[in-house]
């Protein structure tokens, strides 16, 4: 398995690719459907992000000692976002998530091209995210 540092400069390779945010948020809504998509019934109140301004689900499930994210939303770029987030974290140790950094999405220019209620949101996914890694985090210790 590559490390969450690998993964996310595959990302920001893939992003360079393209000219302009159009196609970057075509590629964004590409990788949307291909994420992992939660179990409908997980699809519930406690699983929701707060602070976004569409509906993101997000489960966690600890396998070994590593996170599997899944996840779901009711609009497209928010699914690219969330996409991209667990590309870089799902099948990773808590610990890794937890230290990662998240320059690679200023690298690839996605804040500044989003709304700031979308900006919100990104932030949002990242913190629930880490907190994810954090919980599973304390049981292994």
């Known amino acids: 398995m590559a ?5 996310q400069e595959e990302i920001v ?13 075509e590629y964004m809504i590409d990788l949307g459907k291909s994420l992992p998509l939660i179990d ?3 699809k519930t109140e406690d ?6 301004q569409s509906k993101v689900w ?3 499930a ?10 779901d939303s009711d609009a497209i770029i928010t699914k690219g976002i969330i996409a991209i987030l667990i590309r870089a974290w799902s099948g990773q140790k808590p ?11 200023d690298e690839i ?19 629930q995210l880490k907190m994810y890694a954090v919980a599973y985090q304390t049981q292994l210790n």
Request: aromatic content about 8%; some cysteine.
């Open 109 to 127: 220019g996605l804040k500044e091209h989003l709304s700031p209620t979308r900006a919100n949101g990104l932030v949002s996914m990242i913190k």
């Open 95 to 105: 610990a890794d998530i937890i230290a990662a950094n998240t320059d690679f999405i």
């Open 3 to 7: 490390s969450i540092q690998e993964i």
């Open 62 to 71: 600890l396998e070994s000692d590593k996170i599997a994210f899944t996840a």
């Open 58 to 60: 997000v489960n966690a």
């Open 13 to 25: 390779e893939e992003f360079s690719m393209f000219d302009d945010w159009m196609q970057r948020y």
């Open 47 to 52: 699983r929701i992000i707060k602070g976004c």
């Open 40 to 42: 409908e019934e997980l």
